[in-house]
């Protein structure tokens, strides 16, 4: 698959799971769709480096981005508290 169709598709499939759990974009100054695009360039960047452990470092990837989230989310359940 062409490099730009996959980006296209990885941020349109990302977009749409936004639409079950929304983010707050009023408290940064960007446009939702350029940061979707730069992330996903990184991911796809990422995936097809020509490593052993791929799959593994891809694993590990998420496993930090969710524990983040979660703290972020915490710190925002604090923080209206």
């Given at each position: ?50 490593k ?30």
């Amino acid at each position: 698959m062409e490099k730009m169709t996959k980006l296209k598709e990885l941020v349109e499939l990302a977009m749409e799971v936004e639409d079950s759990d929304p983010i707050d974009w009023s408290i940064v100054q960007v446009d939702p769709e350029t940061v979707y695009g730069m992330m996903a360039a990184h991911v796809i960047d990422m995936f097809e480096e020509e490593k052993e452990d791929t799959e593994l470092i891809m694993m590990g990837v998420m496993v930090k981005l969710l524990v983040e989230n979660f703290v972020l989310q915490a710190y925002f359940a604090q923080d209206s508290d």
